[in-house]
């Protein structure tokens, strides 16, 4: 019912910088929070980011100061920008949002199925 496709990862040197976006479609009413999370081989999934509908931005403290949560509302999608990238941002990076999908229904998570970023040292 709600597909959210994440891309742009890929493979870039330490100090280098990305671009994730992620867009989602489907049937949906409204979407609340959108954001990133991400996991590393062996480990568990950890929160990267997240931005409110009202543009209220929230992030984990590896990425304070090198990455920026963005969302165009009319589009559905949402932006990671990744600076000074490190080795151990190394991970598999997945989008979620909160959708609901009609005006009496639920915010339900869903997610994207991820993009791998690698950076190289």
């Known amino acids: 019912q709600v597909q959210l496709v994440e891309s742009g990862g890929g493979l870039v040197q330490a100090g280098g910088s990305l671009r994730l976006s992620c867009a989602a479609s489907?049937?949906?009413?409204?979407?609340?929070?959108m954001g990133w999370y991400r996991q590393a081989p062996g480990k568990q999934r950890d929160f990267v980011a997240t931005?409110?509908?009202?543009?209220?931005?929230n992030y984990a403290d590896s990425g304070k100061g090198r990455f920026t949560i963005s969302r165009d509302i009319t589009k559905n999608t949402v932006y990671l920008q990744m600076n000074s990238l490190k080795p151990e941002d190394t991970a598999v990076y997945y989008c979620?949002?909160?959708?609901?999908?009609?005006?009496?229904?639920?915010?339900?998570?869903?997610w994207g199925q991820g993009t791998h970023v690698t950076v190289s040292s």
């Open positions: 979620n949002a909160e959708v609901r999908i009609w005006i009496g229904g639920d915010y339900n998570d869903y």
């Open positions: 489907g049937i949906i009413f409204s979407i609340n929070a």
């Open positions: 931005c409110t509908s009202g543009g209220k931005t």
